[in-house]
């Protein structure tokens, strides 16, 4: 990859339209029906098996407060953050494009700090279209996501 | 202008140097005996408010609204305007007013204080007017709390109630200091 250059997946969750980086990617698949997950996180409606193993599935639309049905979400992302997989269900995915540098844009001061800002790292400018930039990271808390990781760890493996 | 007609909208260049020339034209004019100041008179729905023109950057007609996740709701999102990414605040989400179906020709005035710049999303621009300070009110008591508190005073223009908004009140307001999450 260009050092000057970003790859990202495009998809929406609702009306939010939405960039990640494409590298920590591990697949998009049409959403599938989910099992109940132990998992106490707010966020995280169940979870679905992959590889042998279970991954907990966050409804992005759930996470930033959005009401709609579960059901409106057709999508899902799979992705490795911080060495764990957690599915992302969003409601649309539609491609991958290169972002240059000059295409990308800090959030105005008066948005610095608001409730999802610390996922929110940057504003790109695509065409005349914009969008916001993700970090997958930053999705989960620190505190959901050490217990995203204890639950790794003490979930069986999968045998689906 | 007729005073209930719709301003055009210029661009900001325009909007900008019209201010900063009647500004000067009112500086150098002969010692007046009252001091006035200038208002930039809009829209929100049926009511009518008006800000001080000096913290009035440029009026644009609003491009498309880039949503952000996890913001208040008057927080509308962000626009690019000469690729600078600027928050939209939504007035009538902010003072409670009722939103209008209409919204086909909805503006933006973008203003500056201190460090943030932000955009007001208002239904229409209809002036830059100057009054007398002595014409302004206070804010009548029967305006809700929630309302008024963001009122630096009232005037009447062509039988219109018109609340001028203080811009300092409304960027350090809590609603403001939430939303940033302080």
């Known amino acids: ?160 | 202008m007729h005073d209930d007609e719709p301003m055009q909208t210029t661009n900001t260049t325009q909007l900008g140097d019209k201010i900063r020339r009647a500004e000067e034209q009112r500086r150098s004019t002969v010692k007046r005996e009252e001091t006035t100041v200038l208002l930039l008179r809009f829209a929100l729905g049926d009511e009518q408010y008006a800000l001080r023109a000096h913290a009035v950057g440029s009026v644009e007609v609003a491009p498309r609204i880039v949503q952000l996740p996890g913001t208040s709701p008057f927080l509308l999102g962000v626009v690019n305007l000469q690729s600078e990414i600027v928050a939209v605040v939504g007035l009538k989400e902010f003072l409670g007013l009722p939103s209008t179906a209409d919204s086909s020709k909805r503006l933006l005035i973008v203003v500056s204080h201190q460090d943030d710049k932000v955009a007001f999303l208002v239904d229409e621009v209809l002036d830059a007017v100057e009054v007398a300070e002595s014409a302004m009110e206070e804010p009548i008591s029967t305006l809700d709390q929630s309302q008024s508190r963001f009122l630096e005073g009232e005037t009447r223009l062509n039988g219109h109630l018109v609340g001028v908004l203080d811009i300092g009140v409304i960027m350090g307001s809590q609603e403001m200091q939430n939303s940033r999450g302080l």
Not at chain 1, 93 to 105: E, I, N, R, Y
């Open chain 1, 1 to 160: 990859m260009d050092s000057e250059s970003l790859s990202v997946l495009l998809f929406n969750s609702q009306e939010i339209r939405c960039a990640a980086e494409v590298e920590p990617v591990v697949s998009v698949t049409e959403a599938r029906e989910l099992r109940p997950c132990s998992l106490e996180v707010s966020c995280v409606v169940g979870m679905m098996p992959h590889d042998q193993e279970w991954v907990p599935v966050v409804d992005l639309g759930a996470r930033w407060g959005s009401g709609s049905p579960q059901s409106s979400r057709s999508f899902m992302i799979l992705v490795r953050v911080r060495d764990q997989l957690v599915g992302f269900l969003v409601s649309e995915c539609t491609g991958v494009v290169s972002l240059a540098l000059d295409q990308l844009f800090s959030l105005p001061r008066v948005l610095a700090h608001s409730r999802h800002e610390r996922c929110v790292c940057a504003v790109a400018q695509i065409d005349d279209d914009m969008l916001i930039v993700i970090e997958w990271d930053s999705i989960l808390t620190p505190d959901e996501q050490e217990r995203l990781a204890k639950w790794h760890r003490t979930e069986t493996a999968c045998t689906a």
